[in-house]
């Protein structure tokens, strides 16, 4: 077995510098290592896209765009910034990209300031319904400096209703229309999303913050061709350095967009990350990335059945992609309790509100599970059946009030196996 007390990577310059920092990032490492991790929005980066993100680019400025910068120096940046935007194109088929937000938020703010004023009406998925803060809740700036309005699941089916979509959009002329989400695992129809914009005159946009790995690899339907923007994260099923992009087809748009990104909300693109952009997007162009997709999705299946088969209920009953929302509250169980018992043995997922949750935000009656981290250590349908037997166990121990210390010491030592089975790079 491996040292685990050292991070492979700038170890000991970082050790001899600063101990504190240190260990800290050492103790994530392990950490990261030996738990399962769940959380649907995580993933664990390749080396390359590691020494990418921690390289010289970190350095320098380079404000504009390639070709036309404020800074001087930059041919290195350029070059690595146009790598990243012709993998972006060449992946996802689109005409334009902007590859310089720095997060999934910052690229959302983006649209908005593209394309509204203060005041005007946003249109997007409730967040209990499965959709982000940043797409018009209350406590984002998206809900305080624009009049937001959200659609919701079918309270049946807990599938979105296109025709509740339509019905509001209709009456409530939204400049904005956003489809996409953080804990939906369903398909979207991307074209009626755009028919119905086109009949309100909104502008579409589709968020595929979560799904971008899985869309980059045919697995999952694309929007890119629908929408009037798409705007994604590069960290989620991408497996990129964490950050943002912009996606657009039309001259026009793209020119609103890239305004917007620098000068309108950033100053300096953070120009290491851009170069970890293009490395993660270059290996998201190669075959490997597409079993990878494949398999992601896949094991998101099996362990959502497994979890279904044992008594948990899965919101609108499974996955199209690499997340499962699962509703605790036939078990009279919430959220936070779930998180914080499953941390106990080495999982980790997330509390989540689930379709009409009463719930407070940090307690929630549900949990998001995702495959996306344990498929890049390459864990398969096997692993995941076996994870979701271990969830079972210990959220019926508590359930049940028969949990005990051997029980869970079992449980654990479980996780530590599977772990121990599949390393990470570093
Ligand atoms: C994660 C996510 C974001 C925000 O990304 P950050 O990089 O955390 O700012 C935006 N939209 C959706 C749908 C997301 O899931």
Redesign the pocket.
Known sequence: MDDLSLPKINSLDLQQADSEAWDAIAAERIRQSRSIELIA?ENFVSRAVMEAQGSVLTNKYAEGYPGVRYYGGCANADAVENLAIARAKALFGCAHANVQPH??????QGVYLAFLEPGDKIMGLDLRSGG?L??GSSVSVSGKWFQSISYEVDARSQLIDMDQVRRIALKERPRLIIA???AYSRQMDWAEFRRIADRVGAIFMA?I??VAGLVAAGVFPSPVEHAHVT?T?T??TLRGP???MILSADAEIARRIDAAVFPGLQSGPLMHVVAAKAVALGEALKPAFRTYARAVVDNARVLCDRLSQGGLSVVSAGTDCHLGVIDLRPWELTGKAAETALEQIGITVNKNAVPGDGARPLVTSGIRVGSAACTTRGMGADEFREIGDMILATLGGIRSGTMNARTLKSIHEGVSDLTGRFPLPY
């Open positions: 929005s997060s999934g938020s910052q690229a959302n982000h940043t797409h996409g989400g953080s968020d913050a979560h705007t994260t960290h989620k964490r950050g943002g």
